[in-house]
Protein backbone atom coordinates (compact mmCIF):
# COMPACT_ATOMS: atom_id res chain seq x y z
CA UNK A 1 0.00 0.00 0.00
CA UNK A 2 3.01 2.56 0.79
CA UNK A 3 4.74 1.42 -2.14
CA UNK A 4 1.57 2.24 -4.26
CA UNK A 5 1.11 5.12 -2.81
CA UNK A 6 4.47 6.53 -3.31
CA UNK A 7 4.81 5.32 -6.96
CA UNK A 8 1.04 7.34 -7.33
CA UNK A 9 3.03 10.49 -5.85
CA UNK A 10 6.13 9.90 -7.96
CA UNK A 11 4.41 9.65 -11.16
CA UNK A 12 2.57 13.35 -10.64
CA UNK A 13 3.23 16.37 -12.26
CA UNK A 14 5.60 18.52 -10.22
CA UNK A 15 3.32 21.54 -9.61
CA UNK A 16 1.01 18.90 -8.33
CA UNK A 17 3.34 17.43 -5.89
CA UNK A 18 4.50 21.15 -4.68
CA UNK A 19 0.67 21.80 -4.29
CA UNK A 20 0.20 18.56 -1.93
CA UNK A 21 3.08 19.44 0.12
CA UNK A 22 2.57 23.07 0.53
CA UNK A 23 -1.26 22.09 1.39
CA UNK A 24 -0.39 19.46 4.07
CA UNK A 25 2.04 21.51 5.89
CA UNK A 26 -0.16 24.65 5.68
CA UNK A 27 -3.11 22.19 7.05
CA UNK A 28 -0.83 20.72 9.86
CA UNK A 29 0.31 23.71 11.09
CA UNK A 30 -3.00 25.57 10.86
CA UNK A 31 -4.64 22.55 13.09
CA UNK A 32 -2.18 22.42 15.33
CA UNK A 33 -1.97 26.26 16.15
CA UNK A 34 -5.95 26.41 15.86
CA UNK A 35 -6.48 23.61 18.55
CA UNK A 36 -3.14 24.17 20.82
CA UNK A 37 -3.37 27.80 20.77
CA UNK A 38 -6.40 29.58 18.93
CA UNK A 39 -8.98 27.71 19.75
CA UNK A 40 -9.15 26.89 23.65
CA UNK A 41 -8.79 30.70 23.72
CA UNK A 42 -11.21 31.56 21.61
CA UNK A 43 -9.95 33.80 19.41
CA UNK A 44 -10.70 34.98 16.79
CA UNK A 45 -13.66 32.77 17.11
CA UNK A 46 -15.06 34.83 19.78
CA UNK A 47 -14.77 38.22 17.91
CA UNK A 48 -15.81 36.84 14.52
CA UNK A 49 -19.12 35.25 16.09
CA UNK A 50 -20.20 38.19 17.48
CA UNK A 51 -19.32 40.39 14.51
CA UNK A 52 -21.31 37.41 12.40
CA UNK A 53 -24.16 37.86 14.52
CA UNK A 54 -24.29 41.72 14.99
CA UNK A 55 -24.20 42.11 11.38
CA UNK A 56 -27.40 39.11 11.40
CA UNK A 57 -29.32 41.36 13.37
CA UNK A 58 -28.61 44.77 11.52
CA UNK A 59 -29.64 43.00 8.21
CA UNK A 60 -32.87 41.53 10.00
CA UNK A 61 -33.41 45.01 11.12
CA UNK A 62 -32.55 46.72 7.78
CA UNK A 63 -35.05 43.98 5.94
CA UNK A 64 -37.64 45.67 9.07
CA UNK A 65 -37.86 42.98 11.16
CA UNK A 66 -37.50 43.84 14.99
CA UNK A 67 -34.68 41.86 15.65
CA UNK A 68 -31.87 41.64 18.48
CA UNK A 69 -29.47 39.12 19.86
CA UNK A 70 -28.56 38.28 23.65
CA UNK A 71 -25.04 36.31 23.49
CA UNK A 72 -25.18 34.11 20.56
CA UNK A 73 -28.63 34.07 20.15
CA UNK A 74 -31.01 35.59 17.77
CA UNK A 75 -34.17 36.86 18.23
CA UNK A 76 -37.28 38.48 15.99
CA UNK A 77 -39.92 39.92 17.69
CA UNK A 78 -39.04 38.65 21.18
CA UNK A 79 -38.90 35.01 20.14
CA UNK A 80 -35.08 33.04 19.78
CA UNK A 81 -34.70 32.21 15.85
CA UNK A 82 -30.88 31.10 16.05
CA UNK A 83 -28.26 30.44 18.05
CA UNK A 84 -24.79 31.11 15.57
CA UNK A 85 -21.81 28.66 17.31
CA UNK A 86 -18.10 29.32 16.95
CA UNK A 87 -18.27 26.63 14.59
CA UNK A 88 -21.09 28.94 12.56
CA UNK A 89 -18.64 32.08 11.89
CA UNK A 90 -17.17 30.81 9.16
CA UNK A 91 -13.86 30.85 9.69
CA UNK A 92 -13.36 27.51 8.55
CA UNK A 93 -14.43 28.22 5.10
CA UNK A 94 -12.37 31.62 5.08
CA UNK A 95 -9.32 29.47 6.15
CA UNK A 96 -10.12 26.67 3.50
CA UNK A 97 -10.51 29.16 0.94
CA UNK A 98 -7.46 31.07 1.44
CA UNK A 99 -5.14 27.57 2.76
CA UNK A 100 -5.93 26.67 -1.24
CA UNK A 101 -4.68 30.04 -2.87
CA UNK A 102 -1.66 29.99 -0.89
CA UNK A 103 -1.09 26.06 -1.63
CA UNK A 104 -1.64 27.03 -5.30
CA UNK A 105 0.85 28.88 -7.93
CA UNK A 106 0.21 32.46 -9.08
CA UNK A 107 1.26 36.32 -8.34
CA UNK A 108 1.14 37.57 -4.83
CA UNK A 109 -0.68 40.67 -5.95
CA UNK A 110 -3.73 38.68 -7.64
CA UNK A 111 -3.47 36.26 -4.06
CA UNK A 112 -4.21 39.15 -1.83
CA UNK A 113 -6.78 40.39 -4.07
CA UNK A 114 -8.57 37.25 -4.11
CA UNK A 115 -7.97 36.50 -0.64
CA UNK A 116 -9.36 39.96 0.64
CA UNK A 117 -12.54 39.59 -1.90
CA UNK A 118 -13.03 36.32 -1.11
CA UNK A 119 -12.87 36.27 2.63
CA UNK A 120 -15.19 39.34 2.19
CA UNK A 121 -17.57 37.70 0.22
CA UNK A 122 -17.40 34.29 2.17
CA UNK A 123 -18.33 36.84 5.57
CA UNK A 124 -21.27 38.66 3.67
CA UNK A 125 -22.66 34.77 2.36
CA UNK A 126 -22.29 33.27 6.09
CA UNK A 127 -24.35 36.78 7.66
CA UNK A 128 -27.18 35.97 4.80
CA UNK A 129 -26.96 32.37 5.38
CA UNK A 130 -27.60 33.19 9.37
CA UNK A 131 -30.28 35.90 8.35
CA UNK A 132 -31.86 33.22 6.51
CA UNK A 133 -32.30 30.56 8.97
CA UNK A 134 -33.14 33.25 11.27
CA UNK A 135 -36.21 34.87 9.14
CA UNK A 136 -37.15 30.87 8.53
CA UNK A 137 -37.11 29.47 12.16
CA UNK A 138 -38.77 32.40 12.66
CA UNK A 139 -41.72 31.84 9.95
CA UNK A 140 -41.72 27.98 11.02
CA UNK A 141 -40.48 26.98 7.55
CA UNK A 142 -40.35 23.07 7.15
CA UNK A 143 -36.94 23.24 5.07
CA UNK A 144 -35.08 24.96 7.38
CA UNK A 145 -32.98 21.69 8.66
CA UNK A 146 -32.40 20.78 4.72
CA UNK A 147 -31.85 24.63 4.50
CA UNK A 148 -28.91 24.19 7.54
CA UNK A 149 -27.69 21.02 6.77
CA UNK A 150 -27.37 21.21 3.08
CA UNK A 151 -28.67 23.93 0.58
CA UNK A 152 -26.50 26.99 2.44
CA UNK A 153 -23.69 25.02 2.45
CA UNK A 154 -23.88 23.56 -1.10
CA UNK A 155 -24.83 27.37 -2.17
CA UNK A 156 -21.65 28.73 -0.42
CA UNK A 157 -18.88 25.73 -1.04
CA UNK A 158 -20.30 26.03 -4.70
CA UNK A 159 -19.10 30.04 -4.76
CA UNK A 160 -15.85 29.00 -3.29
CA UNK A 161 -15.24 26.72 -6.01
CA UNK A 162 -15.96 29.15 -8.14
CA UNK A 163 -13.56 32.11 -6.66
CA UNK A 164 -10.76 29.46 -6.97
CA UNK A 165 -11.80 28.59 -10.59
CA UNK A 166 -11.35 32.12 -10.73
CA UNK A 167 -8.55 32.34 -9.87
CA UNK A 168 -6.86 29.66 -11.39
CA UNK A 169 -8.08 30.54 -14.28
CA UNK A 170 -6.86 34.28 -14.09
CA UNK A 171 -3.19 32.84 -12.71
CA UNK A 172 -3.35 30.59 -15.92
CA UNK A 173 -2.52 27.31 -13.64
CA UNK A 174 -5.39 25.05 -14.80
Not at 23 to 44: C, D, E, N, Q, T
Not at 97 to 112: M, Q
Not at 123 to 146: E, Q, S, T, W
Amino acid sequence: MVAQTSRLYRELPASVRQFLLRAGIMLSGWLAVYHLLLKPLRFPDKQLTHIVIDSTVYLLNLLGLNTMSKGQWVYINNKFTVGVADQCNGLELMVLFIGFLLAINGGIKSKLKYILGGTLLIYVLNVFRCAGLAYMNHINAPLIDFAHHYAFKLAIYAVIFLMWYLYSKEEKVL
